[in-house]
């Protein structure tokens, strides 16, 4: 079970936060514009990737907030958190 | 009787003598023993029978590592428990124990006639002969196999036990309360840091504890004595935590660990009463050393499985720890220096025994010691064969060829009645490969050890492949100053001398004369695999250790393939002709040892199994005979029942009051948003489909929302307070979901917008009167209420005062009448609720549950989501284009609404449906289809809501029907069971399509 630091909170339990899946991607500011392909590229198509991979957390049963996370998936390391808006880390890739 | 209990120890308390019944025969034992020891003291080494073959087997270990002592303890419908260990479990006056293994009897079965047949039951024998007719799988095979295999029984009863948990952080966690963990253990305290000690066993030690060999001495004591020191000192440290009888389950991500405590399972019956019988330990530890240490090997050769073989260094331990002799001529068969410690013992306690060790040649002290001993040593000698039905009674020993591939010379015939073996040692690595860690592979002894860490921790000792104690020592210590960042020195000049054993020669599968076919070599004794399984698994394709394993079931039982794992691999290896490191090993998997549920599940269980949500009325209701509706957490009225009244006659009841006078229901539990912010409008007219930006202060709007698929996610009545001010209703499941969505979009992709949201459920009771006099009835509440259609219309909002409590009064309605909400805090709404019931009393207003709410709702063909809807419905595919905006630019899901799938013509749409027989119910859930002749039937959707409507008189059904807007008109055919239902798809609206009833 991971510990996880929420830039607000500090360290909790992994059962205070819900996953969001990926992160950065962006929601088109003119869906109307899109052809299907497009618009089925933003809404189903997610990377999966084993091992770095940014993520958004919430933390649910805390402060409610969204928040970023870099999480390597093959042995589940958060190797950096930080705050919606905010860039993310250069120096994973 | 015989007693095989042949001298004191300080672990056995003589004076208290303790009786127990094994396979309903009563025994004696001491308070110290384990239901092994005392078995082997009473002379019994039989104890049940294979999973197979059904042959006879005894204890083979003394400990978690056990394959045959495998047993049922009680036999109450609600204690009973099996798959418990005789090696673990402690003795204890009134235990209740039987053989598991052995139907219909240990001493004679019908599954022993399998044996005689077993070269009929290869491997892969179960997916090969019971596959086929498939008919027979379920009603013929499984059910003797799984009565033969004696699976153990399940209690059929709840749990009487009491289980508890318990969460804990620490600095460090030592699992292992063997030498080397007791010295990282006392490292860590002494440095200040806060360390737990876990050990399984009832005294810490391990096996050094009851070491007794004069060539292996710590600071000229025996090992024993000085360590028996050492855990003195330790329990005198006041930041040291020791948890004995407490076994590490499971070692998950982040040393987030799970541990066992047992606290009653060794006491007496009347001892265990009211007392928590295990706790389970979450631990958070900053750093964790494992200590795990290692066990013994097997050997595999023919016959290796009768009962009187028994590991040699498990016939230690019940010799020097629990004082019981496993024989009295005794041969220890061996391949490594450990077995003559075993000797040296049974040889000073006056027992007889000779050592068989297929090495060529060996020296170290503890040889020498068994040499001038006198005790007979057959080097470079394998055992071949061994003799005796339901107990070993002689073996035949041969010389080893130069290479070891084969047997020569002359078979030599030996008596014994037990054989110790010893195949070499097996660091135990579960922990360290649970925790993420990766193995080495070591060829000089053939064994895995912990590799890269992922987590912060170590493994120290025997489990890291350091196997003589001046190794462990020292190495403990080095490790643990680096691990730790300290400097301890506490063992710097603690002097160890210890025989070191100089010579090894490993073999997995020992050669014999007997072609292997005929033989029968155990590997994983708990599901009776072989040698020669193995080598078939290979000879018909099988490469990977994974699929090995499970098409020949080894290492697949409740052990998890503590003693056969390595032999499986070794022996693969050999025949393949590769390298043993090269193929990896098997993933263990948590838990280490079984685990009762009631340890998992812990208090949740009865009324702590979920946290309950009750409103402010709860108490009222239960006073007015409720019955009650989980939905989510909440427990809502389900409908009030009258004496002599069943469901249905309450609701057609409380139905027909409803639309004849007035009716009140509970609707406290619909979930509460207030939106407040300058951009609130921008946001609803975002989340909602429809438009929100004309909305006046003081109006109210039903609104749906979409997931971002075009999906139908939630709907409810959002009123405008103020300006900028919005109180939002969702359903009562979906409430905490509608926040967390719309806290995301707010916060990930409109951060720009000025708007805040608050959950607001709790903080307000509602109680919801319709019917034609619900104004009647609001008049009495509020007198100074303008309640005139003018002053407050249908879908408005008015604010007033009941004794001085504001209350927000919405006109809207779910079931079609004219309709008032009431809220008010929460703390008040138990007050309100009666003054409603007093204020309705010459109206017959009648309380209502979920259930007539949703026939209501039906009568007018409002949907619910979730149960009309299913994550699979678009608007249009509910028949409310009109809600969708058209000029809007964007809202959550609008793009996907003219997707190429989402504007199919043949998507499932909802319908009504009315039976032709109109006092015929449909069950919801069930299939419709329009043809019942053709093969296969295509499916065209199914009932979702059905109900009698008492105000219509007739049944009335919703549906999802596939082009369903079409088909109004059409006959349609529900197939159920015993007959076929004929409807005719309808109008969702059944009452009152005018909307007169609002404004009656
Ligand atoms: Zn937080």
Known sequence: ?93 | MPNYRIHKTEYIDETKRVSFKYDGKTYFGYEGDTLASALLANGIHLVGRSFKYHRPRGIVSCGAEEPNAICQIGSKKDLTEPNVRATELELYEGLEASSQNCWPNVKFDIGGINNFMSPLIPAGFYYKTFMWPKSFWKKVYEPLIRLSAGLGKSPTEPDPDIYDHKYVHYDVLVIGGGVSGIIAAKMAAKNNLKTLLVDDKKILGGSTIYQNNESIKIDDKLSSEWLKNEIQEIKKLSNLTIKTRTSIAAYHGYNFLLAKENLTDHLPEEKKENKIRQRLWKIRAKKVVIATGSIERPLVFNNNDRPGILLSNSINKYLDYYGVTCGENIILFTNNDSAYETSISLHKKGIKNIIVDLRKSASSELIKQAESLGIKIYFNHVVTNTFGYRKINSLEIMKLSEDGNTTVGNKIRLSCDCLGMSGGWTPMVHMHTQSGGKLDFRDEDQVFLPKENSEDQISVGSCNGDFDLENIIDKTVNKINKFLDIDNQDYQDTNIICSKENDKRNIWLLPNKIPLGKTKCFIDFQNDSTAKDIKLALKEGFRSIEHVKRYTTTGMATDQGKLSNMHALGIIADTAGVKMGTLGTTTFRPPFTPLTFGTLVGRNVGKFFEVVRKTSMHEWHVENNAEFENVGQWKRPWYYAKKGENMHDAVQRESKAARDSAGILDASTLGKIDIQGTDASEFLNRVYTNAWSKLAIGKCRYGLMLNEDGMVYDDGVTTRISENHYLMTTTTGGAANVLSKLEDYLQTEWPELDVYLTSVTDHYSTASICGPNSKRILNKLFPNLDLSDENFPHMSFKEDKIENINCRIMRISFTGELSYEINIESKYGHSLWKMCIEAGKEFNLTPYGTETMHLLRAEKGFIIVGQDTDGTMTPSDLQMDWIVSKKKYDFIGKRSLYRSDTIREDRKQLVGLLTDDPKEILEEGAQIVSDVKSKPIDMLGHVTSSYFSPNLNKSIALAVVRSGKTMKGQKLIIPMENKNINVTVSDTIFLDKENKRLNA
Not at chain 1, 22 to 27: D, L, N, Q, S, Y
Not at chain 1, 55 to 69: D, S, T
């Open chain 1, 1 to 93: 079970m991971f510990l996880i630091n929420c830039p607000f909170c500090g360290e909790r339990d992994q059962s205070e936060f819900s996953s969001g899946g990926e992160a950065h991607i962006v929601r088109p500011k003119q869906p109307t514009e899109l052809s299907d392909d497009e618009w089925a590229e933003y809404l189903f198509m997610r990377k999966n990737i084993k091992g770095i991979q940014f993520e958004r957390w919430n933390h649910v049963h805390g402060c409610r907030k969204w928040f970023n996370v870099v999480r390597d998936t093959s042995n589940d390391k958060i190797l950096s958190v930080y705050k919606m808006g905010e860039k993310p880390p250069v120096n994973y890739k």
